[in-house]
């Protein structure tokens, strides 16, 4: 519960190489430090150019790389709305990932099912005040203040579980909870766009209830990576 530490780049472009010196870099610490990195990721059109550059990359030792969803809509892994389906396109389609490290939600099934599967798959996790402790969750913030799927006044806010099922604009979601993101070694929002520019603002400024606000204030270690555009109003 420290104070979020702020990085602002002069562009897009540059804010995707930032944030990609700073992952791989927290990336191989946790490996040198456990053997293995675990890393959540999120969907959305903001972090694609990232997975995009990591790719190009190809400077980590994914063979000791976990990668968890830290939300999923419950559709089909082929639908243009699925995260998992972004992120394999970006991503892991394009790397030596082993298949056995990626953990995708269950959909199209059941929620009770997909939920009870993902808590087995977070129970390998290392242990912090009894929550699957991450080396890092990377996380995104809507225009609403949502971060992962937890919307302002929906039931995933008030989870204390590891998972949760609710409620999404469009169709049902499935989700990392508040408390377990928050028991990650690290949380990093990734943000552009001079829309977002007076939610965040709002989220930082320490008095909001708003999901990415509480998640800010309650993270063990919490980054935020901005570009001008949406730290214009800090």
Request: aromatic share 6%.
């Amino acid at each position: 519960m420290t104070k979020p530490e702020i990085h602002v780049a002069d562009s897009p472009e540059a804010l995707v190489h930032m944030v990609s010196e700073w992952l791989q870099r927290v990336t191989l610490e946790a490996i040198r430090e456990h053997g293995c990195a675990n890393l959540a990721l999120s969907g959305g059109s903001t972090p694609k150019p990232l997975y995009q550059h990591l790719a190009s990359k190809e400077s980590l030792p994914w063979s000791s790389i976990r990668l968890y969803f830290v939300d999923e809509r419950n559709v089909g892994p082929m639908d243009p709305d699925s995260n998992v389906r972004m992120i394999r396109e970006a991503l892991l389609n394009r790397l030596p990932v082993p298949p056995l490290s990626v953990f995708p939600w269950l959909t199209e099934t059941d929620p009770r099912e997909s939920l009870a599967r993902y808590r087995q798959a977070l129970a390998i996790l290392p242990r912090s005040d009894g929550y699957p402790e991450l080396d890092l969750a990377m996380q995104g913030m809507g225009g609403d203040g949502h971060t992962a799927s937890v919307f302002p006044g929906s039931p995933q806010e008030l989870s204390r579980d590891w998972v949760a099922a609710g409620p999404g604009p469009g169709t049902e979601r499935l989700t990392l909870t508040l408390p377990l993101l928050a028991h990650a070694r690290r949380v990093a929002f990734l943000v552009a766009g001079s829309d977002k520019a007076t939610r965040v603002q709002e989220c930082l400024s320490g008095e909001s209830q708003l999901p990415a606000a509480w998640l800010t204030r309650h993270a063990r270690e919490a980054h935020w990576f901005l570009d001008r555009a949406s730290a214009s109003a800090l």
